[in-house]
């Protein structure tokens, strides 16, 4: 099972979660071409909100939910 490394975890040469990662990332690169940029690859561009951004809205959408 893969566990969350910790910022101070660092798996050894050969351990079974970096030999997992190193075959997961192959396998994602698998046809991909080199140096062009893929689709999909960044975030999408998202429309501006009707009423514009509002840093406050977080802050009353949530002061409004019960604590759990």
């Not at 660092?10 to 192959?26: Q, R, W």
């Not at 690859?41 to 802050?59: I, N, Q, S, V, W």
């Amino acid at each position: 099972m893969f566990h969350v490394f910790h910022e101070r975890y660092s798996p050894e040469t050969g351990s079974e979660p970096l030999v997992a990662l190193e075959t997961y990332f192959h396998w994602l690169a698998t046809g991909a071409p080199v140096n062009q940029a893929m689709p999909g690859r960044g975030y999408a561009k998202l429309e501006t909100p009707l009423g514009g951004y509002d840093p406050e809205r977080p802050c009353r959408v949530m002061c409004r939910l019960p604590w759990p």
